[in-house]
């Protein structure tokens, strides 16, 4: 399918373990983004991707590792899930000729550390 | 870094415009307004987006004041698929911070 797909789209973990979030894109957009969502809350940049092989922090990068080897998939590893990381967590990409900004999201991840 | 101010809240009437206002009093004279949407638990959406010139799409209209401290978002007619929180945004650098936004109640 074309689009911005996210899996899994719901996961339990328990503290301590490692899971790793996927994101994947099918438009070749050169950025990719994921973000974090608490109940109530705003979206938080977490780690964010100019292309393949090139990725930088955002706003909340502690306790998480993103790679990008290559240009459609970005996924997102929680190297010791806390609780504090229950949360919901969506993967976006842009384009260079839409603009870093004009970004599209995909449908999200709900994740419960137990 | 230019901050936005928008009602945490609105109402509007099925089949009327919805107008969604926003401040961003300090936005320098090369930063863009970008607008958002999020319908209840989905990824956020992207609208539209403008520098000083109104702006047009198949989504919305943004109308931004000749002073660019404040701008309007435009849904010529909404309908209950339009209810949702609504984010005006104005990034800068790495910045793109999604605020509380305006939940707009579209009521039949």
């Known amino acids: 399918d074309a689009g911005i797909t996210q899996s899994p789209r719901y996961k339990i973990t328990e503290t301590g373990r490692q899971v790793t979030l996927m994101c994947h894109q099918t438009?070749?957009?050169?950025?990719m983004f994921w973000y974090r969502q608490d109940l109530g809350h705003g979206l938080r940049l977490i780690y964010y991707s100019a292309a393949a092989d090139i990725t930088d922090k955002g706003e909340v990068p502690d306790g998480y590792v993103v790679s990008r080897s290559k240009t459609e998939n970005f996924p997102l590893t929680l190297e010791s899930a806390t609780r504090s990381q229950t949360s919901v967590y969506f993967c976006?990409?842009?384009?260079?000729?839409?603009?870093?900004?004009?970004?599209?999201f995909g449908p999200g991840t709900r994740l419960t550390v137990t | 870094d230019a901050k936005t101010t928008q009602p945490p809240s609105m109402d509007c009437a099925e089949g009327r415009a919805a107008n969604l206002p926003c401040n961003h009093s300090t936005i320098s004279g090369n930063e863009y307004v970008y607008w958002y949407r999020q319908i209840h638990s989905q990824g956020p959406q992207y609208i539209i987006h403008g520098l000083k010139n109104n702006e047009t799409n198949e989504m919305a209209s943004l109308i931004i004041t000749e002073d660019r401290k404040s701008s309007t978002l435009i849904l010529p007619h909404a309908t209950l698929r339009d209810t949702a929180v609504y984010y005006c945004i104005v990034p800068y650098g790495q910045n793109f911070v999604f605020g509380p936004g305006t939940r707009l109640s579209v009521l039949p």
């Open positions: 438009w070749s957009h050169s950025y």
């Open positions: 976006a990409s842009s384009s260079e000729a839409g603009g870093i900004y004009e970004q599209y």
